[in-house]
């Protein structure tokens, strides 16, 4: 684990001979375009498909001149919040990993690395088992506060060094943290059945019954966070080029990777809490993302925020159609579109190493 | 190079005993050690074998064994808990040597034979047994004709062997392997969360307990092949092991003095393979024991590598000690020996990241 750890740390990119600062821009932005161009399209096509399918006209019609109609009524009441949370969820999964592959400077950190989905299961197995709650809505809370406290812990011991936190400690302390917690997690659910019978289908992630409330109730946290980590920037540019380098360019180390934690858990927290765990946004997104923007993150950080909406939405949309008239959960279908993905991807070229 | 070899050995209290082609340094640390090893192996076994709802004394315990003891307590005893003492003191032993190897290749005292997905291949293919069950076309009655230990053990090592073909490409990248692994244990592991959802609940309560490595209700034929296993894979491992003492300077130093780098290297990796899928897929995946195990050993014995026969010691007594404490403190419920390993094993790994972190600044 360690050697990877290093390995990504100190491999230096050999990318192609830099474009003019023009030619850069030019397709900084073009990327940019694209990518909310296809956002846009998979968020048509998650209020479009779906058990009972709208064309894009009863669609117009439901946003811009509703009636009451039974599509009006599928696409405002069903579709749209879904597609809304989907939009949340994937852009703060996306940003997240994007701001904690920059705060690691390892090109596999996810925001599961700091404990987040463990510590959310936890609390949510604890909240089942302890206080009998067996609502989505209820669960929110019990996940939220779970990643909140895991990745404090997480912080913390990885922080115990004498040069406070470093992206090999945190990655350590998050494996621990997260395997003990996975243990307790286990200890519960199998103390109780129906408290495994609960918790099966909170773990896979989904965003199917997950609707307008709990999206209400995470969105502030999520906006925070977005705020704080589009703002961290600079200063991530700054880190990129080493802890010693960024402390003599008049950087504080110290408090900008406190705030770059607190925001990747206010973010990776409320999607955690409103969908339950998805896995491989945060890792896949910012690797297709850099093949474009480069690793500046004042381009990479919207960009992953944008694409990570999109693959999200677009997994819940294939979810969708695979398995008619069920529905494949969309953290299971990510995994699987992911990971052939992910192959090819560390195949067919050399990985752009941080 | 004798002459050499004759300088260096001659160590004061470690006289070396010589056969022709192989030499042994005599280490009474290492005899002491291994000794009060092996007697807590027996006394944590023997409790084991012992304590439960029918409390068996453990005089009475050595008493069945050497033919004694009425039918009884003869066939709780040897019917029931020391097979599964047995497996376990196995298993472990085995998970134990495999992380030895493992770590003194990768020169990590983090590494494990997990890495290259063997865990995650045999979970998807215990899971599907329990939850499909013959009920998948060829493949499923194939798996379950199979029985849950072979599809796991098959499971496994295909699953191994995906991960390092994929990660082929001129040669095999340390980087580029670990990756692969992520790719395809996230897509395994989404196929277990898949099943878990469409089973039965009791059915996804018995998959939930292989997941976490149990020695629930093991018997001879769990014991037979990991013994077996045991006995071609740990000669095997001892053979090999010399020349690791010369891969922990590093490829150059060590092919300067005449070991065949990579050969030795497939080879050993191979050894480690076959002890940790055969153990994984008679009890599960027992978490940290493999971690573990080899960095305690090396502790109590001292030296620059982790020692493979104190591992298989400290891995066994470790497993059965766990399983004990599984078994009997939580009341009526028997917990799965790995979410002991695990509780026990994640502070420990916290501790080596604390020195590991103090080291790296030093």
Redo the contacts between chains.
């Keep these: ?4 750890l290093t ?2 740390v100190c ?1 230096l990119t050999t990318a192609a001979p830099a474009p003019p600062i023009g030619g850069l821009r030019r397709r900084r932005l073009a990327g940019l375009a694209v990518l909310a161009a296809v956002l846009l399209a998979c968020c048509v096509a998650s209020v479009a498909v779906g058990a009972k399918a709208i064309p894009l006209d009863g669609i117009w019609h439901a946003v811009f001149t509703p009636t009451g109609t039974e599509n009006d009524i599928v696409v405002r009441a069903l579709r749209a919040p879904r597609t809304l949370l989907g939009v949340l969820a994937g852009g703060a999964l996306g940003l997240a990993g994007a701001l904690i592959q920059g705060h690691t400077r390892n090109p ?1 950190a996810d925001p599961g690395i700091l404990g987040v989905n463990n510590g959310a299961a936890f609390f949510v197995v604890i909240g089942i088992y302890v206080f009998g709650v067996t609502s989505l809505f209820g669960y929110v809370w019990f996940a939220f506060a779970g990643a909140l406290v895991a990745s404090v812990i997480v912080f913390t ?1 990885g922080s ?4 406070g936190p ?1 992206p ?2 945190l990655a ?2 998050g ?3 997260a ?2 917690l ?3 997690t ?2 519960v ?3 109780d ?1 129906q408290t ?2 609960a918790y ?2 909170w ?2 992630g989904s965003l199917a019954g997950r609707e307008a409330e709990i999206a209400g109730q995470v969105q502030w946290f999520l906006l925070a966070g977005a705020l704080i980590g589009f703002a961290s920037a600079p200063a991530l540019n700054a880190l990129s080029l080493g802890d010693d380098v960024a402390r003599s360019l008049g950087h504080s180390v110290r408090r900008t990777r406190v705030l770059g934690i607190v925001a990747i858990t206010l973010l990776a927290g409320s999607a955690t809490a409103a969908c339950g765990p998805i ?2 946004v945060g ?1 896949v997104v910012p690797h297709i993302v850099r093949s474009f923007t480069g690793p500046d993150y004042r381009w990479l950080l919207p960009a992953s925020a944008l694409a990570g909406a999109a693959l999200l939405l677009l997994a819940d949309v294939i979810g969708r159609i695979v398995v008619r008239p069920g529905e ?2 969309v ?2 279908v ?3 579109i ?6 090819w991807l ?2 067919r070229r050399k ?1 752009v190493a941080i | 190079m004798t002459v050499l070899e004759r300088g260096a050995a001659r160590v004061a209290g470690r006289p070396a005993l010589r056969g022709r082609r192989a030499s042994v340094v005599w280490r009474p640390r290492y005899v002491l050690v291994l000794t009060v090893g092996i007697a807590a192996l027996v006394i944590g076994m023997a409790v084991n074998v012992g304590r439960g709802e029918y409390p068996i004394s453990i005089l009475e315990v050595l008493a069945v064994l050497f033919g004694g003891g009425d039918s009884g307590q003869q066939f709780i005893i040897l019917e029931l808990r020391l097979p599964r003492s047995l497996t376990g003191a196995l298993v472990g032993g085995a998970l134990a040597v495999s992380g030895a190897i493992t770590q003194a290749i ?6 494990s034979p997990d ?1 290259i997905g063997l865990t995650a291949g045999a979970s998807a293919a215990a899971v599907f047994v329990i939850v499909i069950g013959g009920g998948f076309g060829v493949l499923g009655g194939f798996l379950a004709a199979a029985g849950l230990p072979v599809a796991a053990l098959l499971g496994g090592l295909l699953t191994a062997t995906l991960i390092y073909a ?2 082929w ?1 001129r040669g095999v990248h ?3 392997l ?3 692994g ?3 244990q ?2 395994l ?3 277990v ?2 099943l ?2 469409v089973a039965e ?2 059915e ?2 018995r998959a ?2 292989w ?2 490595g149990s020695l629930n209700a093991r018997g001879w034929e769990h014991v037979v092949p990991v013994a077996i296993a045991l006995a071609v894979l740990l000669p095997a491992a001892f053979l090999l092991a010399h020349v690791l003492g010369a891969l922990q300077y590093g490829d150059d130093t060590a092919r300067g003095l005449g070991v065949p780098v990579n050969r030795a290297r497939s080879l050993l990796l191979l050894v480690a393979v076959g002890l940790a899928s055969v153990a994984t897929a008679c009890a599960g995946p027992i ?2 024991v493999a971690l573990v195990s080899p960095q305690i050993a090396q502790r109590l014995v001292g030296g620059a590598r982790p020692p493979i026969g104190m591992s298989l010691v400290v891995g066994a007594a470790l497993t059965v000690i766990a399983d004990l404490i599984a078994r009997t403190a ?1 009341g009526g ?1 028997e ?2 020996v ?2 002991v390993t ?2 026990l ?3 420990y ?2 501790y ?3 020195r ?3 080291e ?2 030093a």
């Design positions: 684990m360690k050697a990877s390995y990504g491999v596999l011991l115990v060094g004498r040069g470093t090999v400690t350590l302390a494996a621990a943290v395997a003990m996975a243990a307790l286990s200890a659910v199998l103390i059945v495994l019978d099966r289908f773990a896979v896995a491989f890792l494949l959960q953290g299971i990510l995994a699987l992911g990971g052939p993905f992910f192959v560390v195949r990985m | 990768a020169r990590n005292p983090l590494a890495m994929l990660a490409r340390g980087f580029r670990v990756l692969v992520i790719g395809l996230a897509m592991l989404a196929v969360h898949w878990l959802v609940v009791f996804a309560a939930y307990v997941l976490n978490a940290f939580f419920t917990l799965p790995g979410i695990a509780v094993g994640a502070p790994l916290l080596l990241l604390a590991y972190g103090r790296a600044r």
